[in-house]
């Protein structure tokens, strides 16, 4: 029988700013990055949305981290799938052991599971040391276990309600099977309306934007949502966000982000483009047109535009080309501008500004000592 949602309910006191977080899959630099830039101290409160580990390669570190922070300030958890995954595996590993073997054959040393067997020497071969790393994980990270099995799916205060992948309706959340919780794409398509507020992560929110990729969180005001998950781990242009909870009334939401990528100055203007394709996840099969060293001339399947592809972005999935993130959109640029960049060629360079991806044709520089000097 399918185990049902935890809900765990709160008010958050007054005068605290609260702190919002998602899907930091293993990236601890990201997670510490983050917290700096937005100025995390003792007073605030963190919620994290879930998906700590997984995909990245400081998985179980920022598994700990959390763990000791949770310990010494306001932290609250949710349970995202990824997190999931570590407790399927320790209670039920006979009940996929196909998936699990493929899932760490994927990822490796990007997995929780074998970063922990690694700590302790244990190394994972074939599909039969699995009931043997089971073991080992039990014998040996019995804190780590107990941390995770007891973060509840649902969040709940008279305002937000805060879930990892979302929720059927906030009347009968008790009634809700605990996976689809965790596991629920593309939330923002599925047309509900919330009382409250509805902060979700699981979904990287650039899925969401058919013609201009960006990473910030999205706010629906109509149905009371914001999806904040900005793809860390998984793209290359990915950022970590930070949403900030309104603490008066009247007042809106506000975030940080932080992607570690190193930074340009704009010396040239450029127009943005009218129209552009952002070619993303779901929606990301190409046929190659012309073949090139670090690009590649691409027509877009759905859309039917011709797109530049980086070359190591396409590949090769159920007998069609796919691609990874990519667009065609020229962001508009003025002098002075600082620049993400995310890829340097030889005539342009793929950057991200104010959190949107796109391509520069200008020329580039270093940026002054200090870039918050610069608008940053």
């Known amino acids: 029988m399918a185990r049902k949602a935890r809900v765990q309910r709160l008010e958050f006191p007054a005068g605290r700013r609260v702190l919002v977080i998602s899907d930091i899959h293993g990236s601890l630099p990201m997670f510490q990055g983050l917290l700096d830039r937005a100025g995390y101290g003792p007073e605030d409160i963190l919620v994290l949305l879930g998906d700590l580990v997984e995909k990245g390669p400081d998985s179980l570190a920022v598994l700990r981290y959390v763990m000791d922070l949770s310990s010494r300030r306001t932290v609250y958890l949710v349970r995202g799938n990824c997190d999931d995954l570590v407790a399927e595996f320790v209670e039920a590993p006979q009940v996929r052991p196909e998936f699990f073997h493929h899932y760490l054959n994927v990822w490796r040393n ?3 599971l074998l970063q922990m067997g690694q ?15 089971r073991q080992v994980i039990l014998d040996h990270f019995g804190p780590e ?22 929720v059927e309706d906030e ?15 593309f939330f923002l398509e599925q047309g509900k309306t919330f009382r409250r507020w509805c902060i979700v992560g ?15 969180p999205l706010v629906d005001e109509v149905h009371h949502i914001v999806s904040i998950d900005g793809g860390c781990a998984l793209q290359w242009d990915a950022q970590l966000n930070a949403l900030v909870l309104p603490q008066a009334p ?37 046929e190659v047109l012309l073949r090139g060293g670090a690009l590649c001339r691409c027509r877009h399947l759905e859309s039917g535009r011709n797109v530049d592809v980086l070359t190591d972005y396409l590949y090769r999935s159920g007998g069609v080309t796919l691609c990874k993130e990519s667009t065609d959109y020229r962001p508009a640029v003025e002098p002075g501008d600082i620049l993400s960049i995310v890829r340097r060629l030889a005539d342009r360079a793929l950057v991200k500004k104010n959190g949107v991806t796109g ?6 520089c270093r940026p002054p000592a200090d870039p918050r000097r610069a608008g940053l």
């Not at 700590?119 to 790393?133: K, M, N």
């Not at 276990?145 to 992948?165: K, N, Q, R, S």
């Not at 009347?171 to 794409?185: Q, V």
């Not at 699981?202 to 910030?216: E, K």
């Open 110 to 112: 990007r997995c929780t």
């Open 119 to 133: 700590e302790v020497g244990f190394e994972t071969r074939s599909p039969d040391d699995l009931p043997a790393l």
């Open 145 to 166: 276990l107990a941390f995770l099995d007891a973060i509840p799916e649902i969040l709940l205060t008279p305002d937000y309600l805060f879930v990892h992948g979302g």
């Open 171 to 185: 009347d009968h959340l008790e009634d809700m099977e605990a996976w689809k919780c965790m596991k629920n794409d």
């Open 202 to 216: 699981h979904t990287p929110v650039t899925i969401y934007h058919p013609h201009i990729p960006t990473t910030n």
């Open 250 to 286: 009247g007042e809106g939401f506000t975030w940080y982000a932080y992607d570690r990528l190193p930074t340009a100055m704009a010396l040239d203007r450029q127009e943005e483009t009218p129209q552009s394709v952002n070619v993303r996840w779901g929606h990301n099969q190409v």
């Open 359 to 364: 391509w520069y044709f200008g020329r580039l």
